[in-house]
């Protein structure tokens, strides 16, 4: 890779195979969609399990394609992953979602909290934790209307450098979440280290929740556990009447999935927000 100017790479693919050259295109095309506005954030709104009110909603990726179409961010993050671009493109997530919930401020939602998806290798660089107060004093969103979804496995690598970002971030008043908890085969001594106050119980324990004996007793398992911790837990991927009953019969707080709203624009958000408020 040639580097030609502070965020412009041209990446060289002649001697490259099909699918390396495809990754090559991408690469080169990311860069562009950064550079040209084509990434927008959708919400999924987070659900009060006992009141049914939105709690606040998860920040994620999409990427207009000009010529794909509309690109899931699995599609992406982890070739972001790869190549660095996670940096540029978290730094952008970051500033457009604060930038979103000051709006949400103002528009009278006081409590509405944004989740904030942050990669490892965002989390493992020197300057993380000023990054997010800097963007925090610039879009002038409070600290506590933040939240930051970090997976299990970005606790691993670094841990004491990761542990006093997020301590520092805690003690401002930002969430922790910790993401697709139960998948990352890791010891569950960290959360007595870190300053967690969230999990997510990942989709594929709730999937089957209601037909599986092991995904049930998994599911309590977690809920119980993080509330002996004093946690928050979020379920993700709630698709039906039954997950739901199932997870509030357990005392899961917050509610997240197709059976209250898909992923939408912030536009969308807005109407969903409205019409929920007035009815
Ligand atoms: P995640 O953080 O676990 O996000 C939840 C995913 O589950 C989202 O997929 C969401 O659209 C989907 N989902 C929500 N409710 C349901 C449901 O009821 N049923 C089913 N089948 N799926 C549901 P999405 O938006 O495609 O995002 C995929 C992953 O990409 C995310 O998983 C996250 O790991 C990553 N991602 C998304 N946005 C960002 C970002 O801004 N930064 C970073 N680093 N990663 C991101
Ligand atoms: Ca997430
Ligand atoms: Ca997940
Ligand atoms: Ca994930």
Redesign the pocket.
Known sequence: AKQQGRNTYQWYASDLNDEANERVELRNDLQKALENGQLV??Y?PLIDSRTGRVRGS????RWYHPSRGLI???AF?PLAEDTGQ?IE??TW?LYQACRDAVRLQGLGYREHRIS????PMQLRQGNFSQKVTDTLRQTGLAPELLEL?IVESAILYDTEQVIEHLRQLRALGVGIAI??FGTGFSSLSYLKLMPVTKIKI??AFIKDVISNRSDAAITQGILSMAHHLALEVVA????TEAHAAFLRKNNCEML????FA??MPFAELLDYLGQRSTS
């Open positions: 954030l959708f999924q998860e920040a994620l990726i899931p961010p699995n993050i996670i493109l978290g997530v904030v998806n942050v990669s979804e993401d697709d990942d989709r993700e991927g709630v698709e997240q999935g197709y059976l898909r992923p």
